[in-house]
């Protein structure tokens, strides 16, 4: 099992990023997946799940209404929309596969002006 996180990088409040994880070795339509984040000196945090067939999704309150997570099963890929980003959501973001206990090596997504 591969994941393999991209897009991070550093925004000014207010702005937008994408992440995407792209993920390999395994049946990825058949699994849930997750995206966590980890600021320093924090425990790690889950942000967002979806189920295998992107029925049900759920969030942490801290990024209700302005992350959007989503997968395409043809592209083995996990994406993470993150709008109105605040300094608060400063962090290592990863992505997850919970059936394999696997984690990505994680994007550094920076928020300052």
């Known amino acids: 099992v591969q994941l393999v996180e991209s897009g991070g990088g550093l925004v000014q409040p207010g702005g937008s990023l994408r992440l995407s994880c792209a993920a390999s070795?395994?049946?990825?339509?058949?699994?849930?997946m997750n995206w966590y984040r980890q600021a320093p000196g924090k425990e790690r945090e889950l942000v967002a799940t979806?189920?295998?067939?992107?029925?049900?999704?759920n969030y942490a309150d801290s990024v209700k209404g302005r992350f959007i997570i989503s997968r395409d099963n043809a592209k083995n890929t996990v994406d993470l929309q993150m709008n109105s980003l605040e300094a608060e959501d400063t962090a290592v973001y990863y992505c997850?596969?919970?059936?394999?206990?696997?984690w990505g090596q994680g994007t550094q997504v920076t928020v300052s002006s």
């Open positions: 070795g395994f049946t990825f339509r058949n699994y849930g």
């Open positions: 979806i189920s295998r067939g992107s029925g049900t999704k």
């Open positions: 997850n596969a919970p059936a394999f206990r696997a």
